[in-house]
Structures are given as structure tokens and as C-alpha cells.
């Protein structure tokens, strides 16, 4: 299921990155794994619940474009690598700060953005080192703006969480063909 590739894009600090996104989207949220052929990032984690999708889609039973911004501590994150990368030199996690985003409907296909601030490397989810010496720059927060599309007929590719595939077929009938 996540090694379903979809269009869209990965901007990191005003720049296109050449992530390559497979979204999985399960009762934790929006796991975006940037499957650009290593273990490299970045990778997000958005937690934009299945609850929290479903009430969004279906307090707006009018709109065609939903907005959205989450709040809270607990945002998601975004790892720079994952896998064995992250075991051997760290994850480099950076939590969600601010959190942004749109869906809306585009040529049979539904569009997801997502935007926002991060917070500070957090410099506790090293798993075997702590490399020394990282610049303040690099410790920095990030700003980010990614969007991609799921096409209709591919819904359960990505949705694995029931209530949200649900909901998102809903609102894809609803909404129509965009």
C-alpha cells in the first residue's frame, strides 16, 4: 500500500526537494514517506485524525475546497531519514509547530496540502550516536509546503484507516469529479 507513488511536490524553506511521496493514511494520521530511493527525508507525519477528517468533511457538506488547521502539542513530525539511516546517524526529527492545509477536488483526483512551521531539531531521538558539532543553522526550524494527489479509483491504496476512507469517498462523490 505505501509504495503507491503519487504526484506532488515537497518544498522545504522556499525548496523543491526531490522527495517522491507515497501517502499512508491510517488511524495515526498522514504518514508521508518520501520514497525517493533511500532512507532519506524528509518524511512527515501529519495528525490529522480520522475523527478529526470526518468532522471536517462533514461540517462543510457545501464546500467544494475544505481548510483546516490543526492545534495542539502534538502536530506530528517530520524525520530527515528513517529506517536504517536513522538507526545508525539519527533521525533528525523535527516536531510540527504549525500546521495548514487544504483539500479540494482536481480532474478526478483529490488534492492534499499541507503547510506550516516546524519546531527545532530535537536532539533526543538519536538511536545509537550523537553526532557533534551540527550548526545552528541546520538545528533551525523549517517551513514547508507540500501538496499531492490521490486518484479516486486509488482511495484504498492510501486509506487504510476505515473511517477515513469512508469519509473520503464521501466527499469524493459529493464533491464530484473537481
Known amino acids: ?27 495515526h494520521g498522514f504518514w508521508l514517506w518520501n520514497r525517493a530511493g533511500s532512507w532519506g527525508g524528509p518524511h512527515f507525519e501529519v495528525r490529522l485524525l480520522p475523527a478529526d477528517l470526518s468532522s471536517l468533511v462533514r461540517a462543510s457538506p457545501n464546500a467544494d475546497i475544505l481548510h483546516f ?29 504549525r500546521v495548514v492545509g487544504r483539500i479540494y477536488r482536481h480532474d478526478r483526483r483529490t488534492r492534499f496540502e499541507f503547510e506550516g512551521v516546524t519546531g527545532p531539531l530535537d536532539m533526543t531521538f538519536y538511536s545509537v550516536h550523537c553526532p557533534e558539532g551540527i550548526s545552528a543553522a541546520r538545528q533551525a526550524p ?15 491504496n492510501h486509506f487504510t484507516d476505515k473511517e477515513s476512507l469512508l469519509v473520503m469517498q464521501e466527499y469524493v462523490k459529493r464533491a464530484g469529479n473537481g
Open 142 to 156: 523549517w517551513s514547508f509546503h507540500l501538496w499531492f494527489l490521490v486518484e479516486d479509483a486509488r482511495l484504498g
Open 69 to 97: 488547521e490543526l492545534a495542539g502539542d502534538d502536530l506530528g513530525h517530520v524525520d530527515e531519514c528513517n529506517g536504517y539511516a536513522a538507526a545508525d546517524g539519527g533521525s533528525y526529527r523535527r516536531p510540527l509547530r
Open 1 to 27: 500500500m505505501a509504495d503507491t507513488f503519487v504526484e506532488g511536490e515537497v518544498w522545504v524553506d522556499g525548496a523543491l526537494t526531490g522527495s517522491r511521496l507515497s501517502p499512508y493514511v491510517s488511524e
